[in-house]
């Protein structure tokens, strides 16, 4: 037994840390740091001027010509990276746009990263944003006649889309699609074409989850039809979410993430424990909404719910974490 448990009040008495300012700050075990913030952007190829997205308060989907300014204007927030997805001009059922090398993501890495060298340039592997029926992979019909997203030949897709990211000068491509045995093709696809320092960064842990509604619109991604929980995670399990990390690790990834963050801190945690390499959590988009909705009613103090969140998600074991707050964040850190 600690001596500490065969003490009590009056003697012990933990209020006495928490007494002024500077003695909770000595012993606090969290922290922030905008260094740690990648701010997820939208960049539309159809578009000449910002346009703002409805469920997402402050978050506009933005056109090309804006992407310099913000690099800089992100830059001076103290905010270190960012993550970039894309709105194409057209779509077809296999996500096509999605690899043209002058589509709006691989166009918006090369403008930010000549603006600002430094920023750390992530971008989202997937075909959902360039595909017509919204899955994240190409479709097959099953014997039974129903729909079901192939993995293989979707695989084969987001390998040759991480390499032109990696041309237009991404440091960071983070797939995000859950097909299996995609970041060992992006992995082997990269290091052929020369780029062994481009760095994978694995949505490791991805739930079908229903707070990805606002990033639906910002994104227009929605499935037409179904969902995607015959690829995205059952949000019941969390042995799993230890399996999908270690193959992912194994499979060569540089980082992992685990998505959403605030249903599954559990899960960071658990993830924490079972790897050793750097860890990202993604406060997705219903849960930026939900805050700001709450706040807009009056019901919660915006900024302090903002800082108590991401340090939340720190807390439970996030080396990094991709938010939509990130510029705010950054300022109320100062
Ligand atoms: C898929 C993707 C999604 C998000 C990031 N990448 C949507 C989905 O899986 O349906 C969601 C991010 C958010 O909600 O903020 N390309």
């Known amino acids: ?26 012993v606090r075990e969290t922290t922030l740091d ?4 990648v701010y997820p952007m939208f960049f539309n190829a159809a578009i000449d001027a910002p346009r703002p997205i409805g469920s997402m308060p402050g978050i506009d989907q933005l056109p090309l010509s804006a992407a310099r300014a913000q690099a800089k204007a ?45 920023l750390v340039v992530m971008a989202d592997v997937c075909v959902d944003e360039y595909t ?57 696809a990269l290091d052929a074409e020369g780029f062994t320092s481009t760095t994978l960064l694995s949505y490791a842990v991805k739930y079908a989850s229903s707070f990805y509604g606002p990033f639906r619109e910002a994104a227009d991604c929605a499935p037409k039809f179904g969902d995607r929980a015959g690829y995205q995670m059952d949000p019941a399990n969390a042995r799993e979410a230890i399996r999908e990390a270690a193959l992912d690790e194994a499979e060569g990834a540089d980082m992992l993430m685990v998505k959403p963050a605030l249903s599954y801190l559990d899960v960071i945690r658990d993830v924490r424990k079972a790897s050793n390499l750097p860890l990202g959590a993604y406060n997705v988009s219903g849960e930026y909404s939900m805050l700001h909705a709450a706040a807009d009613r009056g019901m919660i103090d915006r900024d302090r719910a903002i800082l108590e969140v991401l340090t939340s998600i720190r807390r439970a074991g996030a080396d990094f974490i991709l938010t939509y707050h990130a510029l705010r964040a950054a300022e109320l850190l100062g």
């Open 1 to 26: 037994m600690l001596p500490l448990l065969t003490m009590g009040f009056p003697t012990i008495r933990p209020r006495r840390l928490r007494a002024t300012p500077e003695l909770r700050a000595l």
């Open 34 to 37: 905008a260094r740690d913030f």
């Open 74 to 118: 992100i830059k001076e927030r103290g905010v270190g990276s960012v993550i970039l997805f894309g709105l194409p001009k057209t779509k077809d059922d296999r996500g096509t746009s999605g690899l043209d090398p002058d589509g709006p993501v691989p166009r918006a890495i090369a403008e930010m990263k000549s603006a600002v060298p430094e």
């Open 132 to 188: 017509e029926h919204g899955h994240c992979g190409v479709l097959r019909k099953r014997a039974d006649g129903t729909m079901e997203v192939d993995n293989d030949a979707t695989v084969e897709i987001l390998a040759k889309m991480g390499v032109v990211f990696a041309k237009a000068g991404a440091d960071v491509v983070a797939p995000s699609d859950m097909m299996d045995g995609r970041v060992a093709a992006m992995r082997a």
